[in-house]
């Protein structure tokens, strides 16, 4: 049984790693993709961990098979294509260790996925499944996203999405939207950040926008990231906020990813009923969520950041005890 099945993007981050002799920037390449960036942190967490994708039948594609392989992340759903590249992005960091990117997938290998590629008995042997919406900017990949979607919440599984907005990759943004609605409908946990609120609901307020999209979708239990301030929460009609853990951030990517990851941990940890659960409940286990995502950002990269849980709990004590 697995605690959780994730399908989407593996791809390769080059991140600015100083500069050469001459004065050019280098660059590591270093494995992402937020859902694999997820199941990363929840492998190394102890969680059992299967995953779904495409990869191109290059080098880089075998790195990343290995490196999800040496995560504890099973791969037997990861296919090899032939017929594309494994995606690439490039990783621009600013004074404050925020990043923007610039994305090499026209196509990437990723954004192949058939339907008839897709590992149903994975999903239908976890009690988790989880998806961004990037494995839906392009057909055929998209079919495949909707189709482990429905087959996934047809089986019982509880959803987490996270609309993961990368605009340099979507074609029309009315397509963006309307693909992250389809997710919004079956979630029962979202991820978003102010500028996915904003995108979504056309207003910056958070109660507001989290309201506009519980009364739409449904959604269980909606968080939204606030960086260094922490998170933002919705649980039905109760809404809250959680402070964050100051560090010393020297690159933000994949802190989304292992706040997610964070709070996914905790909620397989507790069991927790997703009807029922108190603000008690979930503010403990966006504190944790909130520590991973600070301490992913004092490392480059996504997946070689994600902080122990040693690390995530010593943390989190020296809060609860100042």
Known sequence: MYDIVALGEVLIDFTPAGQSDLGYVLFERNPGGAPANVLAALAKWGKRTGFISKVGADNHGQFLVDTLENCGIHTQGVVMSKEANTTLAFVQLDASGDRSFSFYRKPGADTLLAEDEVRLDLIADSKLFHFGSLSMTNEPSASATKKALLFAKENGCKISFDPNLRIPLWDDLEHAKRMMEFGLA?????????????????????????????????????????????????????????????????????????????????????????????????????????????????????????????????????????
């Open 186 to 322: 079956y979630a029962d946990f979202v991820k978003l950040s102010e500028e996915e609120l904003v995108f979504l609901t056309g207003v910056t307020d958070l109660e507001e926008g989290s309201r506009m999209l519980y009364e739409t979708f449904g959604t269980s239990v909606i968080l939204i990231t606030l960086a260094e301030k922490g998170a933002f929460y919705r649980l039905g009609q109760s809404t809250g906020s959680v402070c964050g853990y100051a560090v010393d951030a020297i690159d933000a990517t994949g802190a989304g990813d292992a706040f997610f990851g964070g709070f996914l941990h905790g909620w397989l940890d507790a069991n927790h009923d997703v009807h029922t659960m108190s603000e008690s409940d979930i503010q403990g286990l966006i504190s944790f969520a909130n520590a991973a995502g600070a301490l992913t950002t004092t490392r480059r990269g996504a997946i070689p950041a994600i902080p122990s849980l040693d690390e995530i709990r010593k943390v989190t004590k020296i809060h609860d005890n100042s």
